[in-house]
C-alpha cells in the first residue's frame, strides 16, 4: 500500500480519481473494484492508502487502477 490523496470523488456516479508518487497522471477508482471499508464517503484532498495496478491499457484514461482504499485515519 502507498499513500495517496483524493483528487475527486463523485459518490453518486461510482468513480474517483487519486494521486500518489507511484501512480503519476492519477488513479482511477470505481466502487465495484474497491475492496476496503470508508470508502463511499471520501473528499477532495483526504489521504488513503492505496493498492493499485496497471492493467496494461488505459482505463477510462488512467494506467492505473484502484484495488483497495483505505482511509487514513485523521488522529
Known amino acids: 500500500m502507498v499513500t ?3 483528487r475527486e470523488w463523485h459518490e453518486e456516479e461510482g468513480w474517483g480519481v487519486l494521486d500518489s508518487p507511484e501512480t503519476p497522471g492519477g488513479c482511477f477508482a470505481h466502487f465495484s473494484d474497491i475492496q476496503g471499508p470508508g470508502f463511499r ?3 477532495p484532498g483526504q489521504e488513503v492508502e492505496l493498492t493499485w495496478e496497471a492493467p496494461g491499457f488505459k482505463q477510462d484514461g488512467y494506467d492505473y487502477r484502484a484495488v483497495s482504499i483505505v482511509p487514513r485515519s485523521s488522529g
Open 4 to 6: 495517496a490523496t483524493v
Open 41 to 43: 464517503t471520501l473528499s
